[in-house]
């Protein structure tokens, strides 16, 4: 499977960005999804999830909760992440992952359980 996100760019303060990740293979719901960033000089972090079954659930960093929100469109083999109210910190390269083992509620955060992964996309937060 194969990965290609997009959508990164220059955003202002309290702006908005919409990021997707296309896949190359048809993932189902048992696959979960997941966003992460890198910025400079930190490791690789969790920001949002949709775990297997989802039945709608999803799961959020709390430095992103409440700003931005992931979904994913199975028939486009796209997912996305909507992000609100941009602040300097979430500057950072940005990664979509997948993976073929189920990962149930919250797990889906913890990135080291991942098989596949996008190139990134470079978000860049600044007046």
């Known amino acids: 499977v194969q990965l290609q996100a997009s959508g990164g760019g220059l955003a202002q303060p309290g702006g908005s960005l919409t990021l997707s990740c296309s896949f190359s293979?048809?993932?189902?719901?048992?696959?979960?999804v997941g966003w992460f960033r890198q910025a400079p000089g930190k490791e690789r972090e969790s920001v949002a999830c949709?775990?297997?079954?989802?039945?709608?659930?999803?799961f959020y960093a709390s430095s992103v909760r409440g700003r931005f929100t992931i979904s994913r469109d199975n028939a486009k083999n796209t997912v996305y992440l909507q992000m609100n109210s941009l602040k300097p910190e979430d500057t950072a390269v940005y990664y979509c992952?997948?993976?073929?083992?189920?990962?149930?509620?919250?797990?889906?955060?913890?990135?080291?359980?991942?098989?596949?992964w996008g190139r990134g996309t470079l978000v860049t937060v600044s007046s």
């Open positions: 992952a997948t993976a073929q083992t189920p990962m149930y509620g919250e797990t889906c955060l913890t990135r080291h359980q991942y098989d596949y």
């Open positions: 293979a048809s993932t189902a719901d048992h696959n979960p």
């Open positions: 949709i775990p297997s079954s989802s039945r709608g659930r999803t």
